[in-house]
């Protein structure tokens, strides 16, 4: 561990990596996160309707999303926007899974609504405004599902891990970590991509750690390069958010990609997976990176 970072983190040690610890790998099926495969989970930001829901499963798992994302409680910034089908939309969800194969992703919100998301969802999302919900993370302790756990938007690692802690504290060990931006006075992007916090967090930490691009960037442009940029900093797998029509979205139209656009990305990062893939051979026989 590097010295710089291993007073500050050594606190959290359900999750700080030891020198020689293994990394974590979390297996959600046949699927592990934090393995050799690059795990892309796809999907809209919102669950509106059985058809959009189906016909984008169908494209991104066609591309190669291995998981299907989408939310069916929606924390708004707004009261006044769209909240989310709820368990309309987790049965929708369900429905996919049954059709492509897909396994779901899909946030909870509230310790009241933990059972009810963990009976259809084979990940447990929380968001970046519930990462630091305490009681919410108590109770995924107990709720048999692995947890995607994102940052908050002005959160530090600190934060993140100390979160991060709490649910392996409360009996859940399957969590995998997400840098999605933090807030900065940057305002050319929805957040500020913190590429750092990848290599940081997989050095201080045995868990998986993705990266959602979409959150990051708010608009489409962007997120195929900054989904490079997380292939080439380390990343175990990525969220992005994919609509039939991001221009009718309920919400995060903006920075949801096209299938077309989706198709394209995931042919980009092939390439860069590749690179990734014989940089760490070529490190690994040197005997690693100092
Ligand atoms: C989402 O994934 O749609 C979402 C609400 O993300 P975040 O919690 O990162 O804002
Ligand atoms: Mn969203």
Redesign the pocket.
Same mark, same amino acid.
Do not use: T, Y
């Given at each position: 561990m590097n010295k710089r970072w291993n007073g500050q983190y050594s606190c959290f040690d359900l999750v700080a990596r030891s020198d020689d610890g293994p990394r974590s790998v979390v297996q959600v099926g046949d699927i592990a996160i934090g393995g050799d495969e690059f795990v892309v989970m796809a999907g809209p930001?919102?669950v509106e309707s059985e058809g959009q829901v189906l016909d984008t499963a169908v494209s991104v798992a066609r591309a190669g999303a291995r998981i299907l994302?989408g939310?069916a409680y929606?924390?708004r910034s707004s009261p006044y926007s769209f909240q989310g089908m709820g368990v309309e939309g987790l049965k929708i969800l369900a429905k996919a899974r049954e059709v492509t194969g897909l396994a779901i992703v899909t @946030?909870v919100m509230s310790e009241t609504d933990v059972d009810v998301v963990a009976e259809y969802a084979d990940i447990m999302?929380?968001?970046?405004?519930?990462?630091e919900n305490y009681s919410l993370l108590e109770r995924l302790g107990t709720c048999g599902r692995p947890v995607l756990l994102?940052?908050g938007?002005t959160a530090t690692l600190e934060d993140l891990l100390c979160s991060a802690q709490l649910l392996v504290a409360s009996g859940n060990p399957d969590v995998i970590l997400?840098e999605?931006?933090i807030r900065t006075f940057e305002t050319a992007t929805r957040?500020t991509f913190d590429v750092a916090a990848v290599p940081v967090l997989k050095t201080v930490s045995h868990l998986p750690v993705i990266v959602?691009p979409?959150?990051a960037a708010g608009v489409q442009m962007l997120v195929p390069i900054l989904a490079r940029a997380a292939v080439v900093v380390g990343a175990d797998g990525l969220?992005v @958010?994919v609509h039939p029509q991001p221009e009718k979205a309920a919400?995060?139209g903006e920075q949801s990609l096209t299938f077309e656009q989706f198709d394209a990305m995931m042919a980009d990062l092939d390439p860069y997976l590749s690179l990734r893939a014989a940089a760490e051979k070529a490190c690994a026989v040197a005997g690693g990176l100092a």
């Open positions: 930001c919102a994302r939310g929606k924390p @946030e999302q929380v968001g970046a405004r519930s990462m994102k940052r938007m997400c999605r931006g957040n959602d979409s959150h969220l @958010e919400s995060d």
